[in-house]
């Protein structure tokens, strides 16, 4: 039988199955005429006669039943997987891929991505740790995190994360050889950890606000690096100073390892934010994802 024919057989069964032209005829949405045609066309090329018509009833003959219990069944299992099919796609599945840098990597992503990862297996994250202002569309990712301040006014941006701190943290032993900076001017007379990032040409300068007062410094020490755990530890080994987010620094000082300086010269700013293309089609995967990330106070 003919690929084209498909559309026969069906017609055939339904009215096998309903044993009426009429009732078959409204279930497929055609006239009974057009149904009778059909079948009459379908009966002539096999060359047998597969229903048995009187004025008041439609029986089956032989042939026919041989014919309906041959390919019912096997158009029944088409359809359940056509289903099966269409569960799958609302299914949330696939790759996310995610460009962060390395402090709401650990702080904010993977505590629930882990999560959301364990209840949807199907789900794949890739998180890409990179310092530098990727540009999500031509890098081919699906979201990227920034601060709040950071974000291109043509993507959707949302919140992840709370407020922020920064903090300017050193060990009690630094203290005892160097003194204490009381201003952040003062902070070019200290031995500073640097940080250097792929979108600064130069180091990085520590900002500071106090009351509506912005104070950027451009401070020196002995060492630079792009990663926030090698600042840490450069500041836990008495190195020098270190300008790090107040959360990752906190453990530290509160267990005694690093004291705080200039607190009153870090101001909160607007924290973490998921942003992606505002013409980004949502899966179910990412929309999960975004529910998942989203920040409840």
């Not at 024919?5 to 339904?14: E, P, V």
């Not at 500071?208 to 020196?220: A, P, Q, S």
């Not at 080994?237 to 005694?256: K, S, T």
């Amino acid at each position: 039988m003919l690929r084209e024919n498909t559309n026969d057989l069906l017609a055939f069964m339904a009215v096998a199955q309903e044993r009426s032209f009429t009732r078959a005829a409204m279930k497929l949405g055609v006239s009974q005429s057009a149904l009778s045609h059909t079948i009459r066309a379908l009966e002539e090329r096999l060359g047998l006669r597969l229903l048995s018509r009187t004025t008041r009833s439609v029986g089956i003959t032989e042939a026919g039943e041989r014919l309906l219990n041959t390919i019912a069944p096997r158009f029944e299992e088409i359809e359940a997987e056509l289903v099966a099919l269409s569960t799958l796609r609302e299914k949330p599945a696939g790759t996310i891929r995610i460009t962060a840098a390395e402090h709401p990597a650990y702080t904010v992503l993977w505590p629930r991505v882990s999560g959301l990862l364990l209840e949807y297996p199907d789900i794949k994250v890739e998180v890409m740790v990179d310092y530098g202002l990727r540009d999500i569309v031509a890098d081919r990712f699906d979201a990227g995190v920034r601060l709040g301040e950071d974000i291109a006014k043509d993507m959707i941006a949302v919140r992840i994360g709370p407020d922020m701190r920064m903090a300017v943290v050193g060990s009690p032993d630094y203290f005892e050889r160097h003194g204490t900076p009381l201003s952040p001017q003062e902070l070019t007379q200290h031995a500073c950890v640097n940080i250097r990032l792929p979108t600064h040409d130069n180091l990085f300068e520590w900002e500071f606000e106090k009351n509506g007062r912005e104070v950027n410094v451009r401070v020196d020490g002995p060492a630079v690096f792009n990663t926030l755990t090698l600042r840490l530890s450069a500041a836990l080994d008495g190195v020098g100073l270190a300008y790090m987010p107040e959360d990752f620094a906190m453990p530290h000082i509160q267990a005694g390892r690093l004291r705080r300086v200039l607190e009153e010269w870090c101001d909160p700013f607007p924290g973490y934010h998921l942003f992606y293309p505002s013409r980004r089609q949502a899966t179910p995967a990412f929309a999960l994802l975004v529910e998942a990330l989203r920040y409840r106070e």
